[in-house]
C-alpha cells in the first residue's frame, strides 16, 4: 500500500494538508448544477461555496422536501443582498429507490436544463446492519453503491449528449464524493463470494457478514470499483468529448452528519475523534467544488484528493483484485438490469 493510502498518509494530511478555497477570479455566472444530498453537512457547505462564486442554478436533491426547502431559504439568505439571486430548486431524490431516481433523471431530461455538473454528494455509514425496505439490500450497499451507481450510469448519457449540443461550453462534469477509506477495506464478503460460490450482493445482503467498522470502507470501494470499470468500458469519444467523470475525498470532517447514526459510547468516541482529527465540512468542501468546477479534463477518470490528483484504492493491482473488480461491475449491472434497459444504456456510454 502506498503511503498516500495508508493511516499514517491519512493523519499527515488532516492534520498538515489544507486544500486551498477556489480563486476569487472563479465565476460560475451563467452556469447549472446538481448537488445531491445537500440539506446539510458537506453537501450543503458546498452549495454555499458554488452559490458564493457566483453559481446561477442549482438544484438541491434530497431525500426529504420540508429539509431540502429550510436548506434553500437558509442558502439564499446568506448571499449579500445586493447579489441577483439565483435559481434554487429543490427537487427530490431519494437514493433508497430505484423509481425516485428514474423520476429524479427524467425530471431533468423534461427540463432542458444545460446541466454544468453534477455533485453526487449524498451518502450514509451505518453502524447497525439495516435493510433498505424498497430494494431488500442492506442500506449502506444500497445507497453507497448501487444507487448511485444508478444515479451516475443515467446521468452519462443526459449530460454527454447535452456536451455534444454544446461545444463552445466546457464539458460538463459528474463528480462523485468517495472516501480514502475504501483503500482501508478488509472486504472479508469478497472471500466468502468466492468460497461459497455466490453472488456478492447475497453475501453483503447476509446479516451474519456484517461487520460494522468496515462495512462503510466496503461500500466505498465497491463503487471505486464499479467507477473504475466504468471508465474502462467507455467508449473512446465519450471519454474524450463526453461527460467528465472523477471521485473525489473529501477527507474526514467533523459536522458533516455522516456518522449520525453512530450511538451510545461509541457515538462520543467517534464524535470526539473528529474534533481531533477532523477537519470542518467548510474545509472539506473545498475539495467537491474544486472536483466539480475547477479540476477539468485532467481529472477524468481520475481519483482527486486535496484538490490533486491522487492514487486509487489498489484492490484492482492484483489478480484475485481483478477479478473481484469484473465481477463488481457484472453484478452492478445485474441489479440495475432490473429497473432499466441496461443494454441500451451501456451502448450509450
Known sequence: MPFYNSYPGFLYRQFLVCPSKAPSTTSLRGKAGI???????????????????GLSHLILAVRSIFK????????????????????????????????????????????????????????VANFKFTINQPTSHESSIQINWLSTALLTLLLLPVLDQQAANNLTRARPVISIVGSETAAWAKFAEAQVSTKQGIPLIDVLDDKANFDMGDRYYTSKLLYQLFFLELFRNRSSAQRSSGAILNLVNPGFCYGSELHRTAEGAFGKVLGGMKRVIGRSVSMGARTLVHSSVLAGEPSNGKYLSDNKQAPFAGYGDSDSGRITQAQVWKETISELGSVVDMDKLLSQI
Not at 39 to 49: P, R, V
Not at 87 to 94: A, G, K, S, T
Request: charged share 20%.
Open 35 to 53: 448537488v445531491t444530498g445537500s440539506n446539510t453537512g458537506l453537501g450543503y457547505e458546498a452549495s454555499a461555496q458554488l452559490l458564493g462564486l
Open 68 to 123: 431540502g426547502e429550510a436548506a434553500r431559504k437558509s442558502l439564499l439568505a446568506s448571499l449579500p443582498a445586493s447579489a441577483k439571486p439565483p435559481v434554487v430548486e429543490v427537487w427530490e431524490l431519494d437514493l433508497g429507490s430505484y423509481a425516485s431516481i428514474l423520476a429524479f433523471v427524467e425530471r431533468l431530461k423534461k427540463s432542458e436544463i444545460q446541466v454544468d455538473f453534477a455533485l453526487l454528494n449524498a451518502g
